[in-house]
Nanobody
Framework: VQLQASGGGSVQPGGSLRLSCAAS????????MGWFRQAPGKEREFVAA????????YYADSVKGRFTISRDNAKNTVYLQMNSMKPEDTAIYYC?????????????WGQGTLVTVSS
């Protein structure tokens, strides 16, 4: 199983980025997908997740209303649209796959993509 995250980079406060995570080696539509992040000196935290169909979505309070998770099961890809970004969004972002559900244990993890929000 491989989860390849991309789309990270540097952006100014108030800006936007879209992360992508391409999955291979698994039946994508059978897995819930999530995004997590880890800021320097902090523990990894949950950001967003969606169900196998993408109908149900979940967000951390810190990103609710600013970030949107979506998925394209035909392309085996999950996305994270990040708007109105803040310096505290700076972190390495990881995608992950769960066979049990969006709020269950995650079985597979990608390598991470760095997002920096700074003026």
């Amino acid at each position: 199983v491989q989860l390849q995250a991309s789309g990270g980079g540097s952006v100014q406060p108030g800006g936007s980025l879209r992360l992508s995570c391409a999955a291979s080696g698994l039946t994508f539509s059978s897995y819930a997908m999530g995004w997590f992040r880890q800021a320097p000196g902090k523990e990894r935290e949950f950001v967003a997740a969606n169900s196998m169909s993408g109908v149900r979505t979940y967000y951390a309070d810190s990103v609710k209303g600013r970030f949107t998770i979506s998925r394209d099961n035909a392309k085996n890809t999950v996305y994270l649209q990040m708007n109105s970004m803040k310096p505290e969004d700076t972190a390495i972002y990881y995608c992950a796959a769960s066979r049990s559900g969006p709020r269950s244990e995650y079985n597979y993890w990608g390598q991470g993509t760095l997002v920096t929000v700074s003026s």
